[in-house]
């Protein structure tokens, strides 16, 4: 089996084409000698002779021609090839597949994948909005590149890597008596208010519950739901109040909500990207990732308005 390379087949295509191997050393930026070299070898390899030589003129042989088309296949697949990584290199196209909290996909992920969109529009985004455990697993399993969730160190067979943390909040009614304070609320002294929480299997309610634990006291929260639109309405009606961490906090921020920092401690929850150990990310997807840790950090260093209008439904 012959053994060229696509230099080689570049040289043979342009002699075919100039029959001449002064303009095929000056399109190749070669010398005579080695466009001549580079024919003895692909013969030599071929067994058979490729060009008719003589004084007056370079003509392809029968073998040259049924060669040439090959060739020519060949270096157009080569091209594309080339043209394909480049693409991708260069954001051109490719696929980045991202798993976030429900929370993060409310807020932070809609206008990175919008910013990313508009730079790179040949490139195909997909959202998965899931619990951390699920974000952990689909990353686990190679279903998306990356997950932007929770700490969990459970999956200490996954890469975490830390971009900030979320503080806790708490969001009362408007009418609440402690609505009308401005700075940091204890969590002990919230402790035996109606509460309204997510269900225990998300990192909402796990904080909450191990924040209580250290105090000495249990989370027993009056309502659980699964959907950030429905605490919002809750708190509004005045059934209970909900500690969020922040970033959940600007998802359920309807009119008649009030929102004032808790303290004592100060319950912070990790948010980061979780990849396979030893993978690294494509281009594309880095990019998405550094666009994603600047704008966690952006809404969590911010003001923060205490009251708020927008509403949307999703799960922490």
Do not use: C, K
């Not at 296949?73 to 696929?95: M, P, S, Y």
């Not at 970033?247 to 948010?271: K, S």
Request: without cysteine.
């Amino acid at each position: 089996m012959i053994n060229w390379s696509l230099r080689e087949i570049e040289v043979f295509i342009a002699l075919a084409e100039t029959l001449s191997f002064r303009r095929t050393a000056e399109r190749m930026h070669l010398s005579q000698p080695a466009v001549s070299g580079v024919v003895a070898r692909l013969e030599a390899g071929f067994g058979a002779a490729l060009f008719e030589r003589s004084t007056r003129a370079v003509q392809l042989t029968d073998a040259g021609q049924a060669l040439l088309a090959h060739a020519r296949g060949l270096n157009a697949q080569a091209r594309a090839a080339t043209a394909a990584v480049r693409d991708v290199v260069e954001l051109r196209q490719g696929r980045v597949r991202v798993a976030a909290l429900p929370s993060l996909a409310a807020t932070v992920v809609p206008v990175v994948f919008a910013r990313f969109a508009a730079r790179h529009p040949g490139v195909r985004l997909d959202l998965l909005d899931t619990l951390s455990a699920v974000s952990f697993e689909l990353v686990r399993s190679g279903e998306v590149d990356f997950a932007l969730t929770a700490e969990n160190p459970a999956y200490a067979d996954l890469s975490y890597v830390a971009l900030a943390s979320d503080p806790f909040v708490l969001l009362l009614g408007a009418d609440h008596a402690l609505a009308r304070g401005r700075g940091p609320l204890r969590w002990a002294e919230v402790a035996d208010l109606t509460h309204i929480s997510m269900p225990a299997a998300t990192s909402v309610r796990q904080y909450a519950d191990a924040t209580l634990l250290q105090l000495g006291r249990r989370f027993e929260p009056r309502y659980e739901v699964e959907h950030l639109a429905s605490i919002d309405a809750m708190v509004a009606a005045g059934l209970g109040v909900a500690a969020l961490p922040a970033l959940a906090a600007l998802v359920a921020r309807g009119a008649g909500v009030v929102q004032r920092p808790l303290a004592e401690p100060v319950v912070r929850r990790p948010i980061g990207l979780v990849t396979l150990q030893g993978r690294r990310l494509s281009t594309a997807a880095q990019a998405v990732a550094d666009l994603l840790r600047s704008e966690v950090l952006r809404r969590l260093h911010r003001p923060r308005a205490v009251r708020g209008s927008a509403q949307a439904s999703s799960r922490a």
